[in-house]
């Protein structure tokens, strides 16, 4: 954090509590965020099976005699099939951006503090000045923050591929079971 704030401000209107709340409404709001995200990633699995089932029985029902009908479930049943693939990589993403986040330990995530042991993570909290508990926020939250628009990102991916392989499954379906 720099001793010169870039507004006209000069910063010293908030006090340090209310510096701390803002950090920590911040994190908050990007751990929703990051549930809100996993929500939606389960309700799509949810819905990519619902196709599954659907297509299951269209497939094993009654003779599909149009060729075209065919084809046009098998597209959608891949597309489907992909968007369930990207709602797994929003529920278990591989962070591209490792690189960017600062080295050494975190004393706010689980797997760091989780390779401590109880003593030791509580010696280190102890000797944490504020410049550094604002530092570990900062870093904890702009990790969070990347990890939220990892799976944002394969969210809309997935979205997008389900639409278009509904579209394709509901007019098989059509095509099937109108005959």
Known sequence: MSDV???SLSGDDLTREERLLFLRHTYDGVDEQIRFANSKA??????VGCVFVGCGAALLGPEIKSEIAKAVLMVGLVLTSLSGAAACV???PMMRRRAKQAPGRSLMFFGAIS??????YAEAVECLTEPQIYDEMCQAI???SCLAKEKY???RISTSVLAIG???SFAAFVVIFMR
């Open 90 to 92: 929003t529920v278990f």
């Open 153 to 155: 990102h394969w969210i």
């Open 42 to 47: 389960s309700y799509i699995l949810a819905t």
């Open 166 to 168: 509904l579209v394709f």
């Open 142 to 144: 702009h990790a969070l």
């Open 5 to 7: 704030c870039p507004t």
């Open 115 to 120: 390779a401590m042991d109880p003593r030791e």
